[in-house]
């Protein structure tokens, strides 16, 4: 078996930020290297999920500089988010994906969906679902 592998799914937002963060602290402690995949949803021209090269740059920056290895995959998505995770957990060996949740209310859930609930419930490894945290969390 070779070096273990966290993936975290990265969106430049205070969740993003969130998940990258909790994933350093998981790389730091198993001795694992991170991927880091951004992706976007394809359903726009613009997709403020999309990651510039600036924002990618600084979090492999953060993430090296707590001498966690990290590989970076980002691609134009099909649509399908949670699959694009899915999927890139099972092609690159992955033992946790770490994702981070943006507070929704019962009926956005329910006609939106969720990406965050299909890897839940998806995916072939472990899970970690991290929040944002706010001022009623301190």
């Known amino acids: 078996m ?9 969106v430049p ?4 930020e969130a998940a990258l963060e909790a994933a350093a602290a998981e790389a730091e402690l198993r001795g694992a290297a991170v991927l880091l995949l951004n992706t976007s949803r394809g359903d726009a021209y613009v997709d403020s999920r999309y990651a510039n090269q600036a924002e990618l740059d600084a979090a492999e920056a953060r993430l090296r500089e707590r001498g966690v290895e990290v590989t970076i995959q980002q691609a134009v998505g099909t649509g399908d988010v949670a699959h694009e995770l899915i999927r890139a957990a099972e092609q690159n060996d992955v033992t946790l ?6 507070r929704r209310s019962p009926v ?3 006609i939106l969906g969720s990406t965050a609930q299909r890897v839940l419930l998806e995916s072939p490894v472990p899970v970690l679902a991290v929040k944002v945290p706010t001022s009623r969390d301190d």
Do not use: A, D, Q, S
């Open 2 to 10: 070779g070096l273990v592998k966290i993936l975290v799914g990265y």
């Open 13 to 16: 937002t205070p969740e993003g």
């Open 97 to 102: 994906i770490v994702l981070g949740l943006r």
């Open 108 to 110: 956005g859930k329910l």
